[in-house]
């Protein structure tokens, strides 16, 4: 068998040979890849020369490129295409690559080595990234636990191995759970507030499941789904929102409950072994943030205003409906609202966000004004999935950047949310190019029927063209550093600023064209839009404030908590800060947090606010500066963008911006002010 993870693909860009590759090819690239990458290190650590940058730092960043191969396509579609085949296989291999990690990490002579380059940093004639290579992997190896004792090494790899099977299991439960949970409605009338597409898109989803002549509501990741802002019918709102908030937590197979509660405590176990107080501040220490009490002062600074302007907008909510509103009421009457104070209804801007010209004429747009690249589609390269299309990316002179791949469509095998990938990513010790991947979770219409977006849907787009762009620009030497390889409390911090490009008027004006008729948006709806950037914000910044609490109130806990119901510490937490309005849930509950249980946000997901700093900040800069202009663009690639992890995030930013972040223009955004 000739296995097409075993040499590097020969198709342009490196691209991955997704129409040669199998599911039996998966397991065996695995094995082959752990027992190659071990044998790298063995080299590595036998070598009798006096450790050197150039004989255990360089070897090490070439070793496991089999590996690092497969796991980027298998993990790829695990999220976005899964099946009872990936599902068996991530259980099983989890674990494994748990230990596989471990062995690396752990080992004592590896360590010793980088150490001993550590300790002569200063001896050595290294340029910038170079050293700040040697200063990451002592610090990770530090922090993983190479300096324990070998008692204290086996718990922690007991410890990696269970979390990694637990972590798996919590989101191929939550997958499961969310199928299974999609809303069935008999009568069309049911639906009623809904478009045309959104209609077509429910009856083939159903159809899709055999349920002909039916209609299937699929959920999506957050608490809110899109349609309840739309639908009339009060009982199918109460539907869906009960619906949503049930996942993970109805008892039977796909019940999270003990999963949340295992988790955190064998968290807190480890950070323990490690020397913590907790697993918030294991993370945290590897973060701009540094502390959890960095995070809490900034989330405690805003929670308090963001309850009060919530409660304010449920007074209005309240007294447009008539009777006091529930959860799955306040996005259907904060549109009414919305529409009474400023005129402004979300909902008639679908028929001027048409798929295909918001991605070419706004998305793509945008990114050619801003840095000059341009994008072709290459209908000749084949992707994972039918839904997922191949543009080649090039640079203003012409010369290559690479492949960015997109996968709208939602699907019963794709994980909920929508996200970035990396399939390769460019650097210049192994002369690797950049193929990037984003998946979103539009539903699909029918044939024939047009793919119109939502407002938050076409956010959502160029908030994740955002990361694409982070990952296509990075210019670094070493692979540890490739694309979004940065702080997690600062990696969406490009991505929303990419989202300032969605209302700019030369943006704007380029794409949002009725589908129809062929007009443009008029400019009046646009304008009402930006009179009303603050309305709703409280609930919006609640919601939020509310999972970012939760998921830091989950990891502060002791191992010894005894912490045996998960709704109630819920409830206690929530409860703590202010945020247990009702009206206002939280925007993930425990049973269905994927960021933080299987996502890799786990104590980090204050980090989309604590990035927003840093946007909001930026924000300003462009508007000050002229706004959508090449010389903004290319100062925005080659000192932020560019530099994917070569160097501290916060130096990069000041070296862009000349200062720090200020946190008042997020206070003012938000309307916290």
Known sequence: MVNPFFEPSTLPYGLPPFAEIRDEHYEPAFERGMEEQLAEIAAITAAEEEPTFENTLVPLERSGQTLLRVERVFFNKASSDSSDFTNELEERIAPKLAAHADAIRLDPALYARIAAVHAKLDEQDLDAESRYLVERYHREFTLAGAGLDDEAKQTLREYNQRLSTLTTRFEKNLLADT??????????????????????AAAEAAKERGLEGKYLLTLVLPTAHPYLSQLTDRDTRARLMAASRSRGSRGGDYDNSELVLEITRLRAERARLLGFDSHAAYVTADETARTPQAVADMLGRLAPAAARNARAEQADLDEEAGFPIEAHDWAFYSERVRKAKYDVDTSEMRPYFEAERVLRDGVFFSATKLYGITFEERTDLVGYHPDARVFEVRNEDGSELGLYLLDLYTRDSKRGGAW???????????????????????????????????????TTLFHEFGHALHGLFARVRYPKFTGTSVYRDFVEFPSQVNEMWMLWPEVLENYAVHHETGERM???????????????????????????????????????????????????????????????????????????????????????IWSEVLDADTVEWFKENGGLTRANGDRFRERLLGVGGRKDPLEAYRDFRGRDARIEPLLKRRGLD
């Open 179 to 200: 199928n299974e949970l999609a809303v069935v409605i008999d009568d069309v009338a049911q639906l009623d507030g809904l478009g045309a597409g959104e209609v077509s």
């Open 420 to 458: 970035m990938n990396e399939l390769i990513g460019q650097n210049d010790l192994l002369g690797d190019p950049v193929v990037v991947v984003n998946n979103l979770n539009v539903p699909k219409p029918a044939a024939g029927s047009p793919t119109l977006l939502t407002y938050d849907e076409v």
């Open 522 to 608: 008029p400019q009046e709806i646009v304008d009402r839009l930006h009179a009303s950037e603050q309305f709703n914000e409280g609930f919006a910044t609640s919601e939020y404030l509310a999972a970012a609490l939760l998921d830091q109130a989950w990891h502060a806990i002791a191992p010894d908590a005894g912490i045996t119901d998960v709704a109630a510490f819920e409830a206690e937490a929530l409860a703590s800060v202010g945020l247990d309005n009702p009206a206002v849930p939280t925007r993930y509950s425990s049973t269905y947090f994927a960021h933080t249980f299987s996502g890799g946000y786990d104590a980090g997901y204050y980090s989309y």
